[in-house]
Structures are given as C-alpha cells and as structure tokens.
C-alpha cells in the first residue's frame, strides 16, 4: 500500500491515519525456510494505526493481525487462531540518515518523494514473529514416536514394547534383586 505523507511532511496536518488489508504473498506460504509455510490465511492481514509528526520527527505505530489455520506441530491436530504483533518504525525521508547503517536499520522506515510503501517490513516483521512451530496449546503431549498415538488421548502401551535403552542397566539390577529375594521364581 502506498501511502502518500505529503500532507504530513508539510505539516498540513500532524497524524495520518492508516488502514488497510495485505494479503499474504503465495511465495512465503510455499517457502519451506519460513514459518509461514503451510499455515493458511482466510483472509488478508489487517493493518490499523497512524504516522504521528511530532516537530518533524515521525514515528509509524501500526497493528497488525491475521487469522490463521494451522497444524500442531506435536499432534497435528488443526489450530485455529489469531496472529497479533505491534510494528513501530521512525519514518525518515530518503537521504536524511547520515550513515549506510541506518538505511539497513529495522527501526528505520524510508519515504520516498513523499510516499511510504510500508508493504515489505510489514511482512518481514511479521514473518519473523509468527511461531517458529505452532502448537494446539504449550503442554500439547504430542504423538508417540512409535505407536503413533495422540499422547493427549492417553498414554500407549509401547513403553512396556520398546523400553528406553537408557533405563536397561536399572532394569537388569531389579531382575538381579528380585531373583536374589525370591530364588524359586528366578530363572533357571
Ligand atoms: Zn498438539
Ligand atoms: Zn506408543
């Protein structure tokens, strides 16, 4: 979205507001490196806020959100939710930062003959904030390795099958004591 800041640069008036929905581009959602990868969004995200100019300094304040269907990542049962961040940047007009750096900086955001696409931070912002893995809920227990038995239903029966090898000289001591106690039931 290109938002046109030549009122607010000239002072005309000191907040403009912002409002506007962004879909999510096709290429983040097929990207395996992201976090958005395979996580659906019914609708655009919806970005609210305003550019304040407080005596020349301008300051972006936005909210942006977006429902999301997803799997858990343990369980793979389907979540539903809401995605929610805060993104605040200074806006500069393009060639007032003295150094290189700041141009690269994330708090920066850069007009451009009075014209402010905020599009691509928007996105890499929220991007790099969505969950790395999106969970049915923190304590989710996840499926079994082996049986493959949602652990959220109940506890399998494998543990008795496949015994946890780390626990296999605790269980050859047991036998030992238990045949030492009772020498008519041990093996022969
Ligand atoms: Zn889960
Ligand atoms: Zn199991």
Do not use: W
């Not at 972006?60 to 939710?81: E, G, K, N």
């Not at 007009?93 to 014209?115: M, N, T």
């Not at 929220?126 to 999106?134: D, R």
């Amino acid at each position: 979205m290109k938002l046109d800041l030549r009122s607010l640069l000239a002072e005309d008036i000191r907040s403009l507001p912002v409002e506007f929905l962004l879909p999510v581009p096709d290429d983040l959602l097929h990207d395996p490196h992201s976090p958005l990868f395979d996580v659906c969004f019914p609708e655009p995200i919806a970005v609210a806020g305003s550019i304040v100019n407080t005596a020349g300094y301008m300051r972006m304040s936005l909210s942006v959100s977006a429902p999301y269907t997803a799997h858990c990542a343990r369980c793979l049962r389907p979540v539903s939710d809401r995605f929610s961040i805060s993104v605040q940047k200074t806006v500069v007009p393009a060639g007032l930062l003295v150094h290189e750096s700041e141009e690269d900086s994330d708090d920066y955001i850069i007009v451009h003959d009075g014209f402010l696409d905020p599009d691509e931070q928007i996105l890499s912002a929220f991007e790099a904030e969505f969950p790395a893995k999106v969970l049915c809920r923190d304590e989710c227990r996840g499926l079994c390795p082996q049986c493959g038995k949602d652990l959220n239903d109940g506890p399998c029966n494998c543990s008795d099958t496949f015994p946890d090898p780390r626990l296999a000289p605790l269980r050859e001591l047991l036998r030992k004591m238990h045949d030492k106690d009772n020498p008519e039931s041990g093996l022969s």
